[in-house]
């Protein structure tokens, strides 16, 4: 089960950014690009030649198939709809961690080893805010970690049953909130970035990837695809539960769940507005914040 699983997640997993833009379209009284739009673009960049520049090495070339091989990996170690995952283990949380931040790394050296100050730009950016949303990641793992005695995603959220939602432990609201905000920051979504401008004093994570092209760009549209999926699982398998159901119905409530949440997405982007660049500091330190006082709770 857990295999169908992960192939499902793998032919999904792009039509969530359609259902994100679909959601923003509607707000803004327009038609909008197709629901399966990233399945062209997917199709459309693995039919073109690879252009590569001569200052570029051997570790752009590497960055975007690292990346995309730590996203599908993730996929191995984290439960879908609450249920167990293809190679649960004990310490599988921190091996989790680990992925994103090494996806992260490499696509930072990506960036640089392109020798453009402009990408140069958005690698110093990416690794400034990683600090906090990654000290904010491990932090929430944590609080979950001393509410559950588990340190494996699948035990996790086990753990977190109906019946832990009985008396609603407080540090789980707040750990759901600092998913969120990280889940924004992660994926370089408004209010932390938009994923359509190329405004250099706003870009982020797309001024990373401004070089690349090809096979290589849809490493990397495809990985950040999985990368929203799986982040939005994490949320989803802590706030929604499955009593007393079959499994076919908790993967249909589950799917239906990451629809819904990638409608909300989509709302959010479309009624406020993006951060200054500065702003986005105490956004990450929210994140942050939130995650510690989670911890805290524990202790009360």
């Known amino acids: 089960m857990a295999i169908f699983h992960l192939f499902l997640v793998l032919i999904l997993a792009p039509i969530i950014p359609g259902i994100i833009n679909k959601t923003k379209a509607f707000f803004a009284g327009k038609k909008g690009p197709p629901l399966l739009q990233l399945y062209f673009d997917l199709f ?10 001569k200052t570029t090495g051997i570790l752009f070339r590497i960055g975007p ?35 994103f931040a090494l996806a992260r790394v490499f696509m930072i050296l990506a960036a640089m080893d392109t020798g453009s100050s402009f990408e140069g730009m958005g690698a110093s950016r990416e690794g400034q805010f990683a600090i906090l949303v990654e000290s ?4 929430s793992f944590a609080s979950l970690l001393f509410l559950t005695k588990q340190l494996s995603l699948t035990n996790i959220f086990f753990q977190l049953t109906f019946t832990n939602w009985s008396h609603i432990d407080p540090s789980i609201i707040l750990v759901a909130i600092s998913f969120f905000l990280i889940f ?5 979504r408004i209010p ?23 096979l290589d760009l849809a490493y990397i549209f495809y990985a950040s695809s999985l990368k929203l999926w799986i982040l939005g ?3 989803i398998n802590l706030l929604v539960t499955y009593p007393g159901v079959h499994l076919w119905v908790k993967d249909l409530l589950f799917l239906m769940s990451m629809g819904l949440f990638a409608v909300l997405i989509g709302v959010i982007e479309s009624i406020i507005a993006r951060l200054r660049i500065l702003k986005i500091f105490d956004f990450a330190m929210a994140a942050l914040a939130f995650a510690i006082f989670a911890i805290i709770l524990q202790f009360r």
Not at 73 to 98: C, K, M, N, T, Y
Not at 136 to 139: D, E, G, V
Not at 184 to 188: G, K, P, T, V, Y
């Open 44 to 53: 459309k960049l693995i039919n073109k030649d690879f252009v590569y520049s």
């Open 233 to 235: 699982t994490l949320i």
């Open 65 to 99: 198939i690292v990346n995309l091989s730590c996203m599908i990996l993730a996929l191995w170690i984290v439960p879908f709809a609450s249920q167990r995952a293809i190679i649960p283990f004990f310490g599988d949380l921190i091996l989790f961690i680990a992925l």
């Open 192 to 214: 932390v970035d938009d994923p359509n401008t190329h405004l250099e004093l706003t870009m982020i994570h797309e001024v990373m990837v401004l070089d690349h092209s090809s």
């Open 184 to 188: 924004l920051l992660e994926n370089s």
């Open 136 to 139: 904010a990641f491990f932090l």
